[in-house]
Nanobody, 128 residues
Framework: QVQLVESGGGLVQAGGSLRLSCEMS????????MGWFRQAPGKEREFVAA????????GYADSVKGRFTISRTNAKNMVYLQMNSLKPEDTAFYHC?????????????????????WGQGTQVTVSS
């Protein structure tokens, strides 16, 4: 069974930075597309970023493009989300997710329904 554990959330002022980390265990990390999603109170869980199995291809929500960077270290079973120029509207619970859809090493997806494994999440709060 896949387990995902996030860390790195916290409270930061607007304009600041945070780096989220997620460690996967239980299965072969390189078999999975990895993604980050977030959920603010009263809102649907939304896509933030995703990365292909080989780490070459990435995708981002328009709201974070140019500010957030997703990366992965396959040798350590880790995926990261570097968040810069944070805004109050980035405040949410951030979840790491893994998709086992096999469409090649360069594939990634923003489709929440294709992610079968989720971490418990970490809170990010951005103050104005």
């Amino acid at each position: 069974q896949v387990q995902l554990v996030e860390s790195g959330g916290g409270l930061v002022q607007a304009g600041g930075s945070l780096r989220l980390s997620c460690e996967m265990s239980g299965r072969t990390f390189t078999d999975y597309v990895m993604g980050w999603f977030r959920q603010a109170p009263g809102k649907e869980r939304e896509f933030v970023a995703a990365i292909s199995r080989n780490g070459v291809n990435t995708g981002y929500a328009d709201s974070v493009k140019g500010r957030f960077t997703i990366s992965r270290t396959n040798a350590k079973n880790m995926v990261y989300l570097q968040m810069n120029s944070l805004k109050p509207e980035d405040t949410a619970f951030y979840h790491c997710a893994a998709s086992g859809v096999d469409r090649g090493n360069y594939y990634y997806t923003s489709n929440r329904g294709l992610y079968g494994f989720w971490g418990q999440g970490t809170q990010v709060t951005v103050s104005s």
